[in-house]
């Protein structure tokens, strides 16, 4: 290593007397420190306030805090976008705060995505006002699943800030909004935090929750200025702007001062004896050598968030990092702990005040650290694979050098076996010089906004000027048509008997919920939605629930019902499903030369055909066969056509297409969430060397959400990017004949077989070349 720092220092002394860095090591680069810009308190801010926040540390604001007070104190809706630990909080408190000092009716909302956040943000408001008598009437109040009903009653009649999230808003503040008169009567203003966090399905059942939010304020004479807050978010005011339907302003000018931080990209080696499906090589996982760093880095004394993508992963990296510490500083055992949702309040309090006294010097969790918690004082951050987008990476990266002396960091991303991971480890500007992604949002799905349409005739009656501006004129003939809707004199009204908010999962499902339940206690471990049941809770189907394995005996969707017992195997499961395509509608359409790139509407008939149990070493214990019905999703997808002259002129001979193709598809899916804000769970694909709706060789990577989510569109907008990158990742890839860091799949049907890289590598290099010269194409 040639640069010293911080960050390169610690991890020389951490890995000192091993070879490991010289082979996994692919990558290091340093981020300079930035110093402070100050501004003056706006002066419309209440003495006794400034008072309060010069108590509590803060002598000046920083120039971005400023500038987005003074945008929300004259009336516009704000999106403010500057760094981790920027103290974007003090920029909605002081508007809010003067506010609510100043008037003494006004209220204000704030939603948070999780609950862990929303309950740091008032432990950090209460403590800015105890004690000062000018402040006792403000009552800030969390609203959430965990609040006792006593409080809730009292929130609703008292409270002037609410703290919630999207979810409780809609089902437990709209559903009975006339409880709530007198608090929607005066709101002023809304706070949606780490507003980057709502894409996909999410954002856009969040999108028509805050819009309902709106109506329903503005009915009652309110009208609230909202204001968007995100550490990672590309064009944040016209994203905040696709959450509320309407005009912000954006702050990004970040003033706030930054240490020096190291980043250092690591791919584990491949182990030498172990092989994984079809004979392919297997890599040491990301959890085990995430957990080797963070041991490292806990011998070292330095303070370490290690992020791991699921919960069992999680307490596996933990364990491991303990287990390695046992051998080697047993002193430093029991200051190496896990932390993800599910525990306890109590627990999780004792376990973010051990972090933040320092008591804790290695932690394994979830992306439950990764949002704006403060947690201040570490020192390195290690990202065990990477988080699904440039956005999450920067957000976990930031919770190093909070707030330390220097401020200065260590960030280690440890690459998974995926194709998206291989690719940023070797090209390192796709992340650290890439800018955060566009969030991606559809409200207008209509799989989507039927169902809230529903939701808000019922809370108020629907107009015609409301209707046209959410594009739902032919959504809600179609429920008046079902006899869901009726039209009156005021507007259309849900027909009697409808009660449409229980029916919405806003967290991603489309249509009803399975409740999966252990048979041994009765206790209700979770849901999932049924169009993704079969392939999740399957019988036999590896289900974690809170750090604890459940394998799963029966599924009966006529019930609604997945019954599972308590097991901790040594594997764990992906399910096997044929999939056929049927092309609807073709939207938009793209041709150059033998390429031909399309944005279509699918009929997608999935089947679940089996599932494979891996051991967690990475190989395969066997595959299991399972006859479940088959269950059609209309979708969208990105379609591309390659002529067979055009394949064969690339070097790839007729019987090699469909491993090819096969290949290339793989890679594909596992790089959508590059130029889309996905994860490769999200999306699914079909190749095939003859497909009888185009008669071509033809693949598809479509949405795995009923309507669509958006990611094909971006897939589509995005087609020459897109392919290339997925070429660069399987060339960038030391296997031979592939494996699953280049273009096998954990989720397969065909069991990753045929797979063709070398085949996959020249179809992407083709599609890569006809790219630069498409040209738009009638449809019709």
Same mark, same amino acid.
């Given at each position: ?361 290695? #932690? !394994? ?7 704006? +918690? @403060? %947690?201040? $004082?570490?020192?390195?951050?290690? *990202? ?109 009204? #849900? !027909? ?7 029916? +919405? @999962? %806003?967290? $991603?499902?489309?249509?009803?919920? *399975? ?266």
């Amino acid at each position: 290593m040639q640069i010293q720092t911080f960050g390169s220092e610690l991890l020389q002394r951490s890995l000192a007397g091993t070879d490991t860095a010289a082979s996994s090591l692919t990558h290091l680069a340093v981020i300079g420190s930035r110093a402070a810009s100050f501004a003056d308190w706006p002066r419309w801010v209440p003495p006794e306030l400034v008072a309060a926040f010069e108590d509590d540390g803060i002598v000046k604001p920083w120039s971005h805090q400023v500038a987005a007070a003074e945008e929300l104190h004259r009336g516009n809706h704000v999106a403010l976008c500057t760094g981790t630990a920027s103290g974007k909080s003090l920029a909605y408190q002081i508007p809010i705060l003067t506010t609510l000092m100043k008037d003494l009716n006004s209220t204000a909302l704030y939603l948070s995505p999780t609950k862990a956040l929303g309950s740091d943000q008032i432990r950090s408001l209460t403590s800015l006002l105890a004690g000062r008598r000018e402040f006792t009437h403000l009552q800030p109040t969390a609203y959430d699943g965990d609040t006792d009903v006593e409080i809730r009653q009292w929130a609703r009649a008292h409270s002037r800030w609410i703290f919630t999230n999207p979810d409780m808003l809609h089902i437990g503040i709209l559903s009975g909004h006339t409880r709530w008169r007198h608090f929607f009567r005066h709101l002023r203003y809304v706070v949606i935090d780490e507003c980057h966090h709502y894409r996909g399905v999410f954002g856009s059942h969040t999108a028509l929750v805050l819009r309902r939010l709106l109506r329903i304020a503005r009915s009652v004479g309110a009208d609230p200025i909202v204001i968007g807050v995100s550490a990672t978010i590309a064009e944040p005011a016209e994203a905040l702007s696709r959450l509320i339907g309407e005009p912000a302003t954006a702050v990004t000018e970040d003033g706030s001062p930054r240490g020096e931080r190291t980043v250092a990209l690591w791919e584990p080696d491949f182990l030498p004896v172990v092989t994984g499906e079809n004979g392919a090589p297997v890599r040491r996982s990301a959890g085990a050598e995430s957990a080797r760093l963070l041991a490292d880095f806990v011998v070292e004394g330095a303070r370490t968030l290690c992020f791991q993508r699921s919960r069992r992963g999680v307490e596996l990296t933990a364990r491991q990092a303990r287990q390695l510490l046992a051998q080697t500083a047993p002193d430093l055992v029991d200051r190496v702990a896990a932390y993800r949702a599910g525990y306890l309040a109590d627990d999780r309090r004792r376990l973010e005040r051990a972090i933040s006294e320092g008591e804790l010097i290695g #932690v !394994a969790t979830t992306n439950a650290l990764e949002l704006g +918690v @403060d %947690i201040s $004082g570490l020192d390195a951050v290690i *990202v065990g694979g990477y988080p699904g987008t440039v956005a999450s990476f920067w957000q976990q990266a930031g919770r190093a050098g909070r707030q330390r002396t220097s401020g200065d960091s260590l960030v280690v991303l440890v690459a998974r076996d995926d194709p998206l991971d291989t690719y940023l480890v070797h090209h390192p500007e796709a992340l650290l010089g890439h800018p955060v992604e566009t969030t991606v949002t559809d409200p207008a799905n209509p799989y989507i906004l039927t169902p809230h349409l529903l939701c808000a005739a019922a809370e108020l009656p629907l107009r015609d000027s409301e209707i046209e501006a959410w594009d739902a004129v032919d959504a809600v003939a179609g429920l008046a048509a079902d006899g869901m809707l009726k039209r009156r004199k005021a507007g259309w009204y #849900v !027909a009697a008997g409808v009660e449409p908010h229980g029916e +919405v @999962d %806003i967290r $991603g499902g489309i249509g009803g919920q *399975v409740l999966i339940v252990d048979t041994t206690t009765s206790q209700l471990l979770g849901t999932v939605d049924s169009g993704r049941a079969m392939s999740t809770v399957h019988p036999g189907a590896l289900h974690i629930h809170q750090g604890a394995s459940y394998v799963v005996d029966e599924l009966d969707l006529s019930e609604g019902l997945a019954l599972a017992h308590p097991e901790e195997p040594d594997w764990t499961t992906s399910a096997r499903e044929t999939t056929d395509i049927t092309v609807t509608t073709v939207a938009e359409r793209h041709r150059a030369g033998p390429l031909t790139v399309s944005l279509v509407e699918v009929d997608v008939t999935h089947q679940v055909i089996g599932y494979l149990r891996t051991l967690l070493s990475g190989g395969v214990l066997d595959a299991v066969e399972l006859d479940m019905p088959a269950q059609t999703l209309h979708t969208r997808a990105v379609m591309y056509t390659l002529t067979p002259e055009a394949l064969e002129e690339a070097g790839i001979e007729a019987g090699r297409f469909p491993g090819a193709l096969h290949a290339a598809e793989h890679a594909a899916i596992g790089m959508l969430p590059l130029v889309a804000s996905c994860d490769r769970w999200d999306i699914g694909g079909l190749s095939t060397n003859l497909h009888p709706d185009t008669g071509l060789p033809t693949v598809f990577v479509y949405d795995g959400y009923m309507g669509g989510a958006g990611f094909a569109d971006r897939g589509f907008a995005a087609f020459g990017t897109w392919v290339a990158a997925t070429r660069d990742a399987v060339a960038s890839c030391r296997c031979e004949s592939g494996c699953p860091s280049c273009v096998q799949s954990p989720k397969c049907g065909n069991g990753n077989d045929p797979l063709d890289k070398a085949g996959a590598h020249a179809v992407l290099g083709l599609l890569a070349d006809l790219a630069d010269a498409f040209t738009p194409t009638p449809t019709a």
